[in-house]
C-alpha cells in the first residue's frame, strides 16, 4: 500500500509538471548584459542530478526523475549548480547574461545518454527497471524521453560539463543480471538492485524468490552453473566493463560534438563513491544474506525440475552427482584451453560446434580430427567433447567458457555443496553465500571500486585528449562518513570549485570584453556668435561681389598706381601672394589666375600661390584655397 502511494504521487507530480513547461527548463540568470550570452550545460548521472541532497526517503528525492518543476528549480546544491553561481558572477563582472542548464539523469550511465543524444524515444533502461522493481508495474512512465531537450539545450551550449562512467561499472554488472535469459542471474540481479537501493533485505529478497518460484518449472542445473560462473567472474567483468564505459563516455563527447562542434566540453572524472568500512561491512552482509538464499533457493528449483529432489526438500545425491560431472567436464575443457594458449586451432574447433545442430556432428568431427596428422590439441579437445551427448548442453558449456575467464571455482562450490546437502536449509544458504557470493558482495560494497575508479580515469584523460575535451580530476575530493555514493554537501562544493578553477581560463576566452571604442573627436565648431564674425569671402575677390575675375585685377593695379584707394578690408583680399603688400605684381598674378587657370600648382621663388578663405587668425587672415594653386602659363614670373 505504501508503495502504491508513493507510485501514484510521483505520476501526479509528473503529471501536473508537464512537458509545456519546458521553457523553465534552466536556472537563468538575466541581468540584461550587453557583451552577449553565456550558456552552461551539465550532462551526468545521480551524482551531478544532485540525488541524495535533499535527504529523506529516497522515493521522494526531486532528482529521481528529470521534471519541467525540477528543471525549473533545479537542486541548488548539486555542483552543477553552484557552479553556474560561479558563471554568473563572472558574467556580472564581464557583461555576460549566463544559463546554466542540468540535464543530468538518474540512474543514467553514459551508454544511456550517448543512446538519448542519438535516438528519438529513447528512455534510460536502467533508470526505468528501478523504477519499476522499486515503485511498481507502470513507475517507468514518468520518464520521459530526453532526446529532444537534450539537442536543443546542447546547441546553444558554450560549455557542457560530462560526468559519466561510474554506473557503467558499478550498475551495468547489476543489468546485464537483471535482463538475462538465465532466471537465476535475473532473481539475484532483481534481489541485489534492490539491496543496492536501500530496501530492507527481507524485501529485496522476496523480488528475487519471485523469480526463482515463477521460472521453478525452467530452471535447470546448466542455469545455476551459469549463474554461479557469473558471480566468480564479476570482478574480471567489472574490469572489462572500465574499458566499456570509457569508450561509451567518448561516444557522449562525440555526440555532444556532432550537435554542437564549437562547444567546450570539460570531463568531470570520478571518485571512490564508497570509502566507509563500517557501511561497507553492512552492506556486505545484507549481499551475502540476499544471495545466499537466491543460489540455495536456485539449486533446489533446479534439482526440483529435474526429478533430483526428495520428499524432504533435500536435493538427491544424484543431482550433486550430475552437478560434478558437469563441472568436471567444464574444467577439462578450460585445463585444455589453458595447456595450449587458447590456441587459433582450439578457438576454430569450438566456434564450429557452436553452429551445429545435431551431436552427431561432433562425432564426424571427431573422426576428421583422427586422420590429420600433427593435431595432438585438437584430439585432446575432441576426447572431452564427445562426452556430450546433447549438442544444446555442450553449446551453453562453450559459451560458458567463452564468456568468463575462469571457472575453476565451479569445484569448489561443488564441494560445498556436496558436504551441505543433508543440513538444514539456512546452513546451506550460509555456505553457499560464503562460497559463492564475495567477489560480488566485494564489487557492490566497494571494496573493489576505487582500482576500477581511477583506471577510469586514466582512460578517461586518454578521452580527452583524443577528443579535444579538457579533463577535470576531481578524485582526491574529501572522503565522506556514509555509505552513500553520491557526494554531500562539501563534497558537490569541491567538485564546483575544481570544475571553475581548471576551466576559468576556457571560459574567459569566451567572455570577451570589447575593447572601447574611441569615439572620433567632434570637429571643432564655433559657437553661432562667433561664426557672425567670420568673413568666408575668397582671396582675389577685391570689390567683394564673390566672384575672382580681371575686375578685382583691374582694381588692384588701380590702386598701386594711386587711381583709387582700397580699403583696408579690401586689401587683404588684394595681397594675392601673401608677401604683406599690394603691388603690381598681385594684379599680374590675379589677371593670369582669372586668365587661364590650372589647378596645378606653379611656382614663383619657390613659393605656392593660393586662392582661398579668409579666417581671421592672424593680420590678414589664415589662406585656404578650394581653387587650387596658381599657374603662370608662360613659367615663373621674374
Do not use: C
Not at 582450439?346 to 564426424?364: A, R
Not at 558436504?419 to 566497494?446: D, L, V
Amino acid at each position: 500500500m505504501k508503495t502504491s502511494k508513493i507510485l501514484a504521487a510521483l505520476v501526479s507530480a509528473v503529471t501536473l509538471t508537464n512537458t509545456a513547461g519546458m521553457s523553465a527548463f534552466a536556472a537563468n540568470n538575466d541581468k540584461n548584459a550587453t557583451n552577449g550570452d553565456y550558456n552552461y550545460v551539465a550532462l551526468g548521472d545521480s551524482i551531478a542530478a544532485g540525488f541524495g541532497l535533499a535527504g529523506g526517503n529516497i522515493t521522494e528525492d526531486p532528482a529521481l526523475v528529470i521534471t519541467d518543476k525540477l528543471l525549473a528549480d533545479p537542486v541548488k546544491g548539486a555542483y552543477p549548480a553552484i557552479f553556474t553561481e560561479y558563471l554568473e558572477k563572472l558574467g556580472e563582472e564581464k557583461g555576460y547574461n549566463v544559463k546554466g542548464t542540468n540535464l543530468a539523469s538518474t540512474a543514467y550511465r553514459a551508454e544511456d545518454i550517448e543512446k538519448t543524444i542519438k535516438n528519438e524515444g529513447y528512455k534510460g533502461e536502467f533508470a526505468s527497471t528501478i523504477l519499476e522493481m522499486y515503485l511498481g508495474e507502470g513507475a517507468s512512465d514518468v520518464l520521459t524521453p530526453y532526446h529532444d531537450y537534450y539537442n536543443k539545450y546542447l546547441s546553444e551550449a558554450d560549455l557542457v560539463s560530462i560526468q559519466l562512467g561510474g554506473n557503467d561499472i558499478i550498475m551495468s554488472i547489476v543489468p546485464q543480471m537483471v535482463f538475462s535469459e538465465n532466471p537465476v542471474l535475473r532473481a539475484a540481479g532483481t534481489s541485489l538492485m534492490l539491496t543496492l537501493f536501500g530496501m530492507d533485505t527481507e524485501i529485496a529478497l522476496g523480488g528475487g524468490l519471485q523469480i526463482i518460484n515463477e521460472s521453478k518449472d525452467s530452471i535447470t542445473s546448466d542455469d545455476f552453473i551459469e549463474a554461479a560462473g557469473f558471480m566468480y567472474n564479476v570482478s574480471a567483468k567489472a574490469d572489462e566493463l572500465v574499458d566499456e564505459s570509457a569508450s561509451h563516455v567518448k561516444g557522449v563527447v562525440e555526440a555532444v560534438k556532432g550537435i554542437n562542434g564549437d562547444a567546450d566540453i570539460a570531463l568531470v572524472g570520478m571518485f571512490n563513491p564508497y570509502r566507509t568500512a563500517e557501511e561497507s561491512e553492512a552492506m556486505e552482509e545484507d549481499i551475502f544474506e540476499v544471495l545466499g538464499k537466491i543460489y540455495a533457493a536456485a539449486a533446489n528449483a533446479a534439482a526440483e525440475s529435474e526429478d533430483e529432489l526428495t520428499a524432504s526438500g533435500k536435493q538427491t545425491a544424484n543431482y550433486i552427482n550430475n552437478l560434478n560431472d558437469k563441472v568436471d567436464k567444464i574444467t577439462e575443457i578450460e585445463d585444455i584451453m589453458d595447456k595450449y594458449n587458447d590456441s587459433a586451432e582450439l578457438e576454430d574447433v569450438l566456434s564450429m560446434v557452436e553452429k551445429y545442430d545435431d551431436i552427431t556432428e561432433v562425432q564426424e568431427l571427431s573422426e576428421l580430427v583422427a586422420v590429420s596428422k600433427n593435431a595432438p590439441a585438437k584430439e585432446e579437445l575432441m576426447d572431452v567433447l564427445l562426452k556430450y551427448d546433447d549438442i544444446n548442453e555442450l553449446q551453453s558449456v562453450i559459451d560458458l567458457i567463452n564468456n568468463y575467464d575462469d571457472l575453476s571455482e565451479l569445484t569448489d562450490l561443488m564441494e560445498v555443496m556436496s558436504k551441505n546437502r543433508t543440513e538444514s536449509q539456512a546452513t546451506a544458504e550460509k555456505a553457499i553465500a560464503a562460497e559463492i557470493a564475495a567477489p560480488m558482495a566485494m564489487q557492490a560494497a566497494g571494496k573493489n571500486v576505487d582500482p576500477q575508479m581511477r583506471r577510469l580515469n586514466e582512460k578517461l584523460i586518454e578521452v580527452a585528449a583524443q577528443t579535444g575535451a579538457t579533463y577535470v580530476d576531481v578524485y582526491g575530493i574529501s572522503p565522506e562518513d556514509d555509505f552513500d555514493p553520491h557526494p554531500n554537501a562539501n563534497g558537490h562544493k569541491e567538485i564546483a570549485d575544481i570544475l571553475f578553477n581548471t576551466m576559468s581560463e576556457t571560459i574567459n576566452k569566451r567572455m570577451v570584453v570589447p575593447e572601447p571604442v574611441e569615439e572620433p573627436a567632434p570637429e571643432e565648431t564655433l559657437p553661432a556668435e562667433e561664426v557672425s564674425n567670420y568673413n568666408f569671402r575668397v582671396l582675389g575677390d577685391v570689390n567683394g561681389d564673390d566672384e575672382v575675375n580681371t575686375d578685382d585685377a583691374m582694381l588692384i593695379m588701380s590702386h598701386v598706381l594711386g587711381y583709387i584707394q582700397l580699403s583696408d578690408a579690401d586689401l587683404r583680399y588684394a595681397d594675392i601672394n601673401e608677401d604683406g603688400e599690394v603691388d603690381w605684381y598681385d594684379s599680374y598674378v590675379l589677371m593670369l589666375f582669372t586668365s587661364d587657370y590650372d589647378p596645378r600648382y606653379n611656382w614663383y621663388n619657390n613659393n605656392p600661390y593660393t586662392m582661398g578663405y579668409f579666417y581671421p587668425t592672424r593680420p590678414y587672415g589664415r589662406m585656404h584655397s578650394p581653387y587650387g594653386r596658381m599657374h603662370a602659363p608662360y613659367g615663373r614670373v621674374r
